[in-house]
Nanobody
Framework: QVQLVESGGGSVQAGGSLRLSCVASGLSCVVS????????MGWFRQAPGKEREGVAT???????SFADSVKGRFTVSKDNAKNTLYLQMNSLQPEDTAMYYC??????????????????WGQGTQVTVSS
């Protein structure tokens, strides 16, 4: 059974930083060398009244992609040995306030996949940024 557990959310003032972690278990991934992994992972967020949107993803050839709104402020990294995905969020702004979700797919994905491409999701961690 695949499980994703996010942590690291909280409340910060504008300009602050947070680091989110997502630990995955039960995954069945095929890893080839350092750059190919059939399991793709990503961070998504959903604010009240808005659709879920992609924030940052790591695809099957270890390429990272970011939403335009977070480029230059957020970084994403993945530790394959620990099946853990991280999201470092700097220079946080009130518009970053949302529930942040980690997701994974056990089939190869490339680029900046739509949330519908991912079939396992965590429970989410709340990020609140005050002005």
């Amino acid at each position: 059974q695949v499980q994703l557990v996010e942590s690291g959310g909280g409340s910060v003032q504008a300009g602050g930083s947070l680091r989110l972690s997502c630990v995955a278990s039960g995954l069945s991934c095929v890893v080839s060398g350092l750059k190919y992994n059939t399991c793709s992972m990503g961070w998504f967020r959903q604010a009240p009244g808005k659709e879920r949107e992609g924030v940052a993803t790591v695809d099957s050839v270890d390429s990272t992609s970011f939403a335009d709104s977070v480029k230059g402020r957020f970084t994403v990294s993945k530790d394959n040995a620990k099946n853990t995905l991280y999201l470092q969020m700097n220079s946080l702004q009130p518009e970053d306030t949302a529930m942040y979700y980690c997701a994974t797919s056990q089939r190869p994905l490339y680029g900046f996949p739509h949330p519908d491409e991912y079939n396992y999701w965590g429970q989410g961690t709340q990020v609140t940024v005050s002005s």
